[in-house]
């Protein structure tokens, strides 16, 4: 079974600039997330869909950051304009779905994207 | 406010030895907490998952152990080996499927 892909793995930007990160989550995983994570620290949740609608986006910063999942498949999550603090890894991570109890409610993690804001 | 905290410091323990994380949490009641293993540039990997009405789950040489009174789970790895060395990160559930997690313990395990 695939896993979920990522890309590009790593971006070196300017601030000011916008960059966007793709990413594929796993076939028939209706739920996917996309996460922020800083170095030294845990992922952070940034937005969280269910199929194409969005269930959570509380901590999105609206003013910049930006993601859709067209057809509730793949999604991009794009960022416009990037600050140096936006400098971390981004990843995207899908389940089977909300709803679903036991082991479904696991979550698979892609590699990640890079990012570094200079 | 809420938190869920994990053991701030590195973790150095010897090959064959029990490694024991902790992972605390604060105004949160979770109906389950999940670890996670993450490798230098890859994304976290599920590996054990335990539910609020269970005290204990083991996977082969992990343990988890859950105290919704201590608000506290306890991770243990048996006869630890090298290739255990990584970051392993506590999350929970709020509700609606989404995570939140520590900020990860990093394990060294030397030979």
């Known amino acids: 079974e695939a896993g979920v892909a990522q890309s590009p793995r790593y971006k070196i930007i300017e601030k000011r600039q916008s960059v966007a990160f793709w990413c594929n989550p796993i076939?028939?995983?209706?739920?996917l997330y996309w996460y922020q994570q800083i170095l030294g620290q845990g992922p952070k949740l940034l937005i969280q869909f269910q199929n194409n609608g969005v269930v959570d986006d509380s901590q999105l910063p609206k003013d910049r950051f930006s993601a859709e999942r067209l057809k509730g498949v793949d999604s991009t999550l794009k960022i416009q304009p990037a600050k140096l603090e936006d400098s971390a890894v981004y990843l995207c991570?899908?389940?089977?779905?909300?709803?679903?109890?036991?082991?479904?409610?696991?979550?698979?993690f892609g590699p990640g994207t890079r990012l570094l804001v200079l | 406010s809420q938190k869920i905290e994990q053991n701030s410091e590195a973790l150095n323990i010897q090959e064959g030895k029990t490694a024991t994380l902790t992972c605390n949490y604060t105004n949160y009641s979770p109906a389950y907490l999940q670890w996670y293993r993450q490798d230098p540039g890859r994304g976290p990997v599920f590996l054990l998952l335990?539910?609020?009405?269970?005290k204990e789950k083991r996977k082969e040489r992990l343990k988890v152990t859950f105290d919704t009174t201590l608000k506290q789970s306890l991770f243990h790895i048996t006869a630890s080996q090298p290739a255990d060395s990584a970051t392993y990160l506590c999350a929970l559930d709020p509700g609606g499927g989404k995570l939140i997690f520590g900020q990860g313990t990093e394990l060294s395990v030397k030979p």
């Open positions: 076939s028939g995983h209706a739920t």
């Open positions: 335990i539910r609020e009405n269970e």
């Open positions: 991570a899908s389940s089977l779905g909300v709803g679903w109890r036991g082991d479904q409610e696991t979550q698979y």
